[in-house]
């Protein structure tokens, strides 16, 4: 029986029959005995749809903002998601093909200026699978939210695939192993849809189905191995739908085969003004004057102090509202977030009266921070009921001079109230966002000095714990301390003899030299030239994925240290001696590749042109042929030259696995204070300097 005239659609939206529609198109010829051509049946199904609708916008249309009693309309401050090619290493390239990879990479922002960033949707459109990576509060979920909704209006939908969304949190999936058809099957069964099992089975095969998995960062790491290897095989079983899965860039997301890597990406200016003329609205009081408004917050990220903010959507939502509360801009990312925690819990309850005894607000913070801190330090995100009240209940015994306490369910319930703790699923618990819970996580560190040690041997190099340690930065008076406890676990990092040797190597044959970098750029320069040396040597992919993920750092590094000369920089990278897989050896770009390394100035001139004379004295030997000993000798003798020159040695560049994940540590520790110093309130100038001077050293 034809759709149309199964039921009076008077009532029914036209984007619910257009679902039925397609359900009902996929289900025939798979009848096996089941109704779906009877009426009551299809009566059933677009009832269903319309059902599901309506608890997908429930759900997930909305979102609810720090500072605002009610929950806004998503599409009301939604903006767009931009996407870039994150042209990760993947696990199933041969070391040649990455080594050229690696060459091909000539500047730090070569990927984000040479290519063009693409609307999400219209990358959604064209890749089946998609894995979607962004920092924190960049809009990974929302943008998983407003794919679903398009998929939900039918033709008129920008989303050209005819297929039905399911989204599925991942932090709400609390078993051992995830049971993808399991949860999905929730959602069908919640909205009462007829023959779930048959129609779910059928869409699966016939690919009608929009996965859509949020926050595989989310899943406790001890599991996460699990829940990847299931969407593995869950979409190996159902390879005709399409998938689209979000994960934090920072998080330990594996090899997942098929998957298009794509990052998101961050808010340029204009995106930042339309971002903040979205949102602002919604926290100024009548008759304000917008403009002004506007123009302040435009100026203020442009300061100093704010320059370095990561300016996500929902930090710059929080921003608007601190500043339309307080109509003045805080000092810092950090202090964004410290007030409008403060505002929370200063402004009193917004819906109704405080519980009879009601704590202090620096008082309910530090149990916040104490929960936050407790949470993260287990990686839990999602708090069960049960033992959130246990937490409550233990802290509220170990605190002196409460005479009338609240009860830990009125203060679970006053939490929620204030838009700090948002309830889940079964009786669960999340902080309104990642980032809040970081924050109150590092106020909790600055108040004490034994959790910061241990904090230090456990979690520094943790990217989990990434954003934790710039808030920190910013939670105390002065972050000397922080720094000088950062360095140290930095240098545990070097044991290695070989590590300590080339790390010695880079401060002596920078010294004395003419150039106008600081020593420290100089030798994050000098170990970026041995880094791409010793990639030449490498034999297996693990080892170079190692050593080019190190080199990556040093750049990174190289950034912020050396900020004016890291394209220079760069351009000296695109040399490759491999000696095992040799390319063409081009003697003439090896030259060119010196000539680059000359104007850094980072190695003595007499070095340059030692090595200069080397190579032109190879220009006879040169290869005519593409005979693979030939390339090989010739290569060594190239690379020979290139490390006797800058008295470098072969052994300081045969890194084991063990030593260039070693390394991999120590140079992101070292990124790490470089950003908690500029994040940092204060840091004293004898203490940073001293820092610097040995950084790249033993």
């Not at 609205?281 to 004057?289: E, K, M």
């Not at 929080?318 to 925690?341: D, F, G, K, M, N």
């Not at 309104?432 to 979690?459: F, G, I, K, N």
């Not at 041995?530 to 994925?545: H, P, Y």
Request: negative net charge; proline residues 5%; aromatic residues 8%.
């Amino acid at each position: 029986m034809p759709l149309n005239s199964m039921v009076n659609l008077a009532a029914t939206p036209a984007s619910s029959t257009q679902l039925a529609a397609l359900i009902l198109d996929t289900l025939q010829g798979d009848q096996q005995g089941h109704p779906t051509d009877q009426a009551s049946f299809q009566r059933s199904l677009v009832a269903a749809i319309d059902r599901y609708q309506q608890f997908y916008h429930q759900r997930y249309a909305k979102l609810s903002l720090l500072g605002l009693n009610q929950a806004i309309p998503l599409a009301e401050v939604y903006l767009p998601t931009q996407l870039i090619d994150e042209r990760t290493l993947r696990y199933f390239e041969s070391p040649k093909t990455l080594k050229q990879l690696n060459r091909q990479r000539r500047s730090r922002n070569h990927d984000r200026q040479a290519d063009s960033v693409s609307p999400a949707i219209e990358v959604a459109n064209h890749k089946q699978y998609l894995l979607v990576l962004g920092e924190p509060g960049y809009g990974k979920s929302t943008f998983l939210r407003a794919l679903g909704l398009e998929a939900l209006k039918g033709a008129e939908s920008n989303y050209r695939r005819q297929c039905f969304p399911i989204l599925v949190p991942l932090r709400n999936c609390r078993a051992e192993t995830l049971d993808l058809y399991g949860e999905i099957k929730r959602s069908l069964q919640f909205c009462q849809f007829p023959e779930v099992d048959h129609i779910l089975t059928v869409l699966l095969e016939q690919g009608r189905l929009l996965i859509l998995l949020d926050g595989l960062d989310e899943v406790v790491p001890q599991r996460r191995d699990a829940v990847q290897q299931e969407i593995q095989t869950f979409v190996d079983r159902y390879p005709k739908n399409r998938f689209i899965i979000s994960c934090r860039k920072s998080a330990g997301y594996g090899g997942l085969r098929r998957f298009t890597t794509m990052e998101v990406a961050p808010p340029g200016p204009k995106e930042v003004a339309t971002l903040l003329r979205q949102q602002l609205p919604l926290f100024l009081s009548y008759g304000s004057d917008f403009i002004e408004h506007l123009k302040t917050l435009v100026v203020s990220l442009n300061l100093p102090r704010m320059r370095d903010s990561n300016r996500t959507p929902f930090f710059l939502m929080v921003l608007c509202w601190v500043y339309s509360y307080t109509q003045r801009i805080p000092s810092s990312p950090s202090a964004v977030y410290r007030e409008a925690v403060d505002l929370l819990l200063e402004g009193g309850p917004s819906h109704g009266g405080s519980p009879e005894g009601w704590l202090k607000a620096d008082l309910a913070k530090a149990l916040l921070a104490e929960l936050a801190f407790q949470g993260l330090s287990t990686q839990t995100i999602l708090y069960d009921r049960q033992i959130l009240l246990r937490l409550i209940q233990e802290f509220l015994n170990n605190t002196v001079d409460l005479d009338n306490p609240p009860t830990p369910e009125q203060l679970l319930h006053y939490f929620c109230q204030q838009g700090i703790l948002t309830s889940a699923v079964d009786q669960t618990y999340v902080f309104v966002h990642r980032t809040v819970q970081e924050y109150l996580t590092a106020y909790y560190l600055a108040q004490y000095d034994s959790p910061l040690s241990l904090l230090m041997q456990d979690r520094i190099t943790d990217l989990y714990w990434r954003e934790v340690f710039l808030l920190l930065a910013g939670q105390v008076d002065c972050a000397d301390r922080l720094l000088l406890l950062m360095e140290e676990a930095a240098q545990h990092s070097l044991q290695s003899d070989r590590l300590r040797a080339l790390l010695r190597w880079t401060q002596t044959a920078t010294l004395n030299t003419n150039g106008p970098l600081k020593p420290a750029g100089k030798r994050v320069a000098a170990l970026a030239t041995a880094l791409d040396r010793a990639l030449d040597l490498t034999r297996t992919l693990q080892l170079d994925a190692a050593i080019h993920y190190a080199l990556n750092l040093t750049l990174d590094l190289a950034a912020i240290v050396a900020s004016a000369w890291v394209t220079d920089l760069d351009r000296t990278l695109a040399l490759d001696l491999d000696v095992e897989q040799p390319l063409n050896p081009n003697l003439e770009i090896a030259l060119e590749v010196v000539m680059e390394l000359k104007k850094l100035q980072i190695f003595a001139d007499p070095k340059i042109a030692l090595l200069v004379s080397r190579l032109k004295r190879l220009r006879p030997q040169q290869p005519q042929d593409k005979d693979p000993k030939a390339l090989r000798d010739f290569n060594r003798q190239m690379l020979q030259a290139w490390l006797e020159s800058f008295d470098l040695e072969w052994e300081w560049l045969q890194l084991t696995e063990t030593e260039a994940t070693a390394l991999q540590d120590y140079l992101y520790i070292c990124l790490l204070i470089q950003e908690c110093r500029r994040a940092a309130v204060r840091v004293s100038w004898e203490v940073w300097q001293g820092i610097e001077d040995r950084m790249f050293t033993i």
